[in-house]
């Protein structure tokens, strides 16, 4: 059964900062990996998409790594700002389903 | 393109009552996808349709919750009698393809209905 690891569970840091969210999992035969913000109350919202061929995405101030190997993928984020205060969320296809992690939650004050 | 539509975004209930969810999915996309999420948890799956026909339910607690999508296109998944531990967001997700037949499909979710149960 694959199963997601997200550490840390949360984190608070002040604006300007560069961030690393990491996500494990532990089957590595998947087919990709998907990183989502979730707002307070809201639904999930896509940020990056990495296949399984692929070593990375990126958007904007956002970069995702995926090392499918060793059961790895790191979220990047550049310049952290109070408006990229949300949960973050890993998921992996595999086995015909998405597995989520637990997401960090993160805190960005100015 | 519009995205996926859930309603209520938010329900209180007494236990023992029963409660409906409805969820628009992206036109075109025959999956649809069932999630439970529970506070502090990523979201679980409850269910998951490929047109109108079941793909995988193996997670469905059966005794009390059940979900249809009569027409392959909009899906209700009910909740009857509910208790406290249901308390959480059902979020409804869509693809195009289920993950079952490509695998590296991008599932496009909803807002998610929170559920309170009192």
């Known amino acids: 059964k694959q199963e997601v690891t997200q550490i840390p569970a949360a984190l608070s840091v002040p604006e300007g900062e560069n961030l690393v969210l990491n996500c494990s999992f532990t089957d590595s035969a998947i087919y990709n990996l998907q990183w989502f913000r979730q707002d307070p109350g809201k639904g999930l919202t896509s940020l990056l998409?990495?296949?399984?061929?692929?070593?990375?995405?990126?958007?904007?101030?956002?970069?995702?790594?995926?090392?499918k190997s060793s059961g790895r993928s790191t979220l990047y984020i550049a310049a952290s700002q109070p408006g990229d205060s949300a949960t973050y969320l890993c998921a992996v296809s595999s086995l015909g389903r998405l597995y989520?992690?637990?997401g960090t939650q993160l805190t960005v004050w100015p | 393109?519009?995205?996926?539509?859930?309603?209520?975004?938010?329900?209180?209930?007494?236990?023992?009552?029963?409660?409906?969810?409805?969820?628009?999915?992206?036109?075109?996309?025959?999956?649809?996808y069932?999630?439970?999420?529970?506070?502090?948890?990523?979201?679980?799956?409850?269910?998951?349709?490929?047109?109108?026909?079941v793909v995988d339910d193996s997670q469905l607690p059966k005794d009390r919750f059940s979900a249809e999508r009569l027409k392959?296109?909009?899906?209700?998944?009910?909740?009857?009698?509910?208790?406290?531990?249901?308390?959480?967001?059902y979020l409804c997700a869509s693809s195009s393809l289920s993950l079952k037949r490509r695998p590296n499909t991008e599932a496009f979710f909803g807002q998610g209905t929170r559920l309170t149960v009192v």
Do not use: M
């Open chain 2, 34 to 53: 069932w999630y439970q999420q529970i506070l502090g948890q990523g979201p679980k799956l409850l269910i998951q349709f490929q047109n109108n026909g």
């Open chain 1, 100 to 102: 989520f992690g637990r």
């Open chain 2, 1 to 32: 393109e519009a995205g996926v539509a859930q309603s209520p975004r938010y329900k209180i209930i007494e236990k023992r009552q029963s409660v409906a969810f409805w969820c628009n999915p992206i036109s075109g996309h025959a999956t649809l």
């Open chain 1, 49 to 67: 998409l990495i296949q399984s061929s692929q070593r990375e995405q990126t958007s904007g101030r956002l970069n995702a790594s995926l090392d």
């Open chain 2, 72 to 89: 392959g296109v909009d899906s209700t998944l009910k909740i009857q009698p509910a208790k406290l531990e249901d308390s959480a967001v």
